[in-house]
């Protein structure tokens, strides 16, 4: 009993941690909550394993030995022991810098991400010019190197290809074009985005 009770609370505390993964919804819990169960699973099961099976294990497998410390214990043991004694004699100082450590980790959680995927500030809009299905090709190349056009015409907008589309490159779904167009300047191109379009074709900012 006396290694069961820290083995007990130490697995318990860890399947903690891994309970707000199981309260996940949407996208997130489908990804991530059958990874919490699943390390939540094994740990109990672990803990019921080692509580049980290996106690009889190590009765019959293993024999008694000295009691003499390795090379590596006594190595980390001797600055653990100066660290131990100086805490325990100045216990102020230990609180005190305790509490900084506590204020500073504190201090940078504004910082951290709350969503999941995070919106990416790259100063690019992706264009999407959707036609009517019954589209011919030459005008819906045409149509397409209009837009181009447009776009190379406005100094603040630098236009790019995107890999592997080509002028007459066409969707499984439709005839529609993806072009990348990135920011030259400070220009916000999300307000240009919601100019009115030509016909037959819509432009979008993420």
Request: glycine fraction near 10%; proline fraction near 8%; charged fraction near 20%.
């Amino acid at each position: 009993m006396e290694v069961g009770t820290p083995v007990i609370f130490g697995i318990c505390i860890i399947i903690l941690v891994f309970l707000p993964l199981m309260t996940l919804e949407g996208m997130e819990g489908k990804m991530f909550a059958p990874l919490a169960y699943t390390i939540a699973i094994a740990l109990a099961v672990s803990l019921v394993l080692a509580l049980t099976l290996t106690p009889v294990l190590s009765c019959y497998f293993l024999k008694g030995g000295n009691e003499h410390e390795t090379l590596l214990v006594r190595a980390l043991k001797s600055p653990y022991a100066r660290v131990l004694a100086w805490a325990t004699h100045h216990p102020s100082k230990t609180v005190a810098a305790s509490l900084v450590v506590f204020v500073v980790a504190m201090s940078l959680f504004p910082y951290l991400g709350t969503s999941f995927i995070p919106e990416l500030k790259e100063g690019t809009i992706s264009p999407n010019m959707d036609r009517v299905p019954n589209i011919a090709l030459d005008e819906s190349i045409k149509m397409e190197a209009g837009a181009m056009r447009l776009l190379a015409a406005d100094r603040h907008i630098v236009p790019r290809r995107q890999p592997g589309h080509g002028p007459t490159h066409l969707r499984p779904r439709g005839r529609d074009g993806d072009r990348g167009a990135g920011r030259r300047g400070g220009e916000d191109l999300r307000r240009r985005s919601e100019r009115p379009h030509p016909e037959g074709q819509r432009g979008g900012a993420p």
